[in-house]
């Protein structure tokens, strides 16, 4: 990946906030006006022009095989997992449906996406113009679906569990158009500023010199942080994709909304910015479609009452299904589209992170499960279960419209609009979480003084009104385990 900072800027680089920054970025773009350019296969190949309509056309199929392969392998996989006692059990604090509800969700999630993905080849075998998913992609989620499947058996250790996905990163990671670029265009504004400032001419963080003198070991920067970005996407975006996964259909219809909003955003930026768009336009393309044909294939049988789970099989695929198209938005170097999806991912984000914060607070292990969730908080309110899923479903919505403006203005009052909108909902997170410490250790302190004073009663106590009948003595009890109003 040697030069690979050189390569975006002639190719269309950008700095964070995604102002071309080459010459190549100018000649790019008076070359597809309205068009799409950059949907073919990347290769080397000249890319195929298209318009929108048929790129629709075209991809379409991934779709549709996507949906029907999981709405119709979903109640196979159901029967076999309640066969082998592969299900959720109730417990009545997190888990309150009825009854048993199989797992194995991930198992036709993953068939869904293999399919849609395998049709996509069939279409490239016909005309060798349209895209593929590199193969690296593919045994990626291949990795991170079977981690989750293991966990979902047999309850391995979670650290196995992250050890897979880190290994999941590391295959991403050997394309360098994954997570490279994004760290190419993060960096460069540095190695702009040393060859200016400094005055660095021979600067490049792609090949820095560590040994002085006539010795050289030379270190690439832009690949190393590539591959840590990489890393900490595809750990935070599994693991907070599986903590939203929380109420019957919400993570399947909020990955169905986030497909939806990336599939948008990838063709507004190849028809409007194709100087932006790059060679695996058409692999984003697929993967939003295929993403979207399982979700919506899923959803019914997921949603309130759900018959099957996704289990951590199918959390985690969707997870890492997004952050991949994330990490392909930065394709250029142009890391305001990464942040753009960063941002229609941002539920989940904001989920975690409230969670995070929470459990620090209360001194809690991080990873430790409670049920103060933004999901849960909600389905205690007179919204339930069904309106609890609305409601964060219409936030999902509001994160990709936002998105969708930072992408078309480019403007820095898009970021200032995010941190506005996650500092209010962290805040009235973090305050509704105390408000129920509160009350339940108010009401657990009054059941213990009651239970201390029921076992050693004071035998010189005066007989009062308040005691004197049973029916009082009752009375003094319940008020006892009332708990006090939190300030």
Request: aromatic share 6%; with cysteine.
């Amino acid at each position: 990946m040697g030069g690979a900072l050189e390569q975006v800027v002639h190719e269309g680089g950008g700095t964070l906030d995604g102002a071309p920054t080459g010459s190549g970025a100018a000649d790019l773009l008076g070359d597809a006006g309205g068009l799409l350019n950059g949907l073919g296969a990347g290769d080397g190949r000249e890319s195929t022009i298209l318009t929108i309509n048929s790129v629709v056309n075209d991809y379409l199929i991934v779709l549709m095989v996507s949906f029907l392969v999981t709405l119709l392998v979903t109640p196979i996989v159901r029967r076999l997992a309640l066969q082998a006692g592969i299900v959720d059990m109730p417990d009545q604090v997190r888990k309150a449906h009825r009854e048993p509800v199989a797992y194995l969700g991930g198992v036709a999630v993953f068939a869904g996406l293999i399919a849609g993905i395998i049709t996509s080849y069939l279409a490239a075998w016909r005309d060798p113009a349209l895209a593929t998913v590199p193969m690296n992609i593919i045994i990626a989620m291949a990795i991170i679906m079977f981690s989750g499947l293991l966990d979902d058996i047999f309850h391995w250790d979670p650290n196995l569990k992250i050890g897979m996905q880190f290994a999941a990163a590391a295959v991403l990671a050997l394309d360098e158009q994954i997570g490279g670029r994004v760290a190419a265009g993060l960096l460069h504004p540095i190695e702009v500023f040393a060859r200016s400032n400094l005055h660095w001419s021979d600067f490049n963080l792609a090949a820095v010199d560590v040994l002085p003198g006539a010795m050289t070991f030379e270190i690439n920067i832009v690949y190393w942080t590539g591959a840590v970005i990489i890393g900490l996407f595809v750990l935070g975006g599994c693991n907070a994709a599986n903590l939203l996964d929380g109420l019957d259909g919400l993570l399947t219809g909020s990955i169905a909304i986030m497909a939806a909003s990336l599939l948008i955003i990838t063709l507004v930026v190849a028809a409007l910015f194709p100087h932006m768009a790059g060679d695996l336009t058409g692999t984003r393309v697929i993967l939003c479609f295929a993403l979207l044909g399982v979700a919506l294939g899923f959803l019914p049988h997921n949603f309130r009452p759900a018959s099957i789970f996704l289990g951590d099989a199918g959390s985690l695929l969707l997870g890492f299904t997004v952050i991949v198209i994330i990490l392909l938005l930065g394709e250029t170097g142009y890391t305001h589209l990464v942040f753009a999806g960063l941002i229609v991912f941002g539920l989940p984000i904001l989920d975690t992170t409230l969670a995070i914060i929470r459990r620090r607070l209360h001194r809690m292990p991080i990873w430790s499960a409670d049920d103060n969730h933004l999901h849960h908080m909600l389905k205690r309110t007179r919204l339930g279960t069904v309106g609890a899923v609305f409601m964060l479903y219409g936030v999902s919505v509001v994160f990709s419209g936002v998105a969708l403006l930072l992408v078309l203005l480019r403007a820095r009052v898009v970021y200032a609009l995010v941190v506005i909108l996650a500092g209010f909902i962290v805040v009235i997170g973090v305050k509704a979480a105390r408000r129920r410490q509160q009350t339940s250790g108010a009401g657990a302190t009054a059941a213990r003084h009651l239970r201390t004073v029921r076992a050693h009663p004071p035998h010189s106590a005066p007989r009062t009104a308040a005691t004197a009948t049973p029916a009082a003595a009752r009375a003094a009890s319940a008020a006892d385990l009332t708990p006090s109003k939190p300030n």
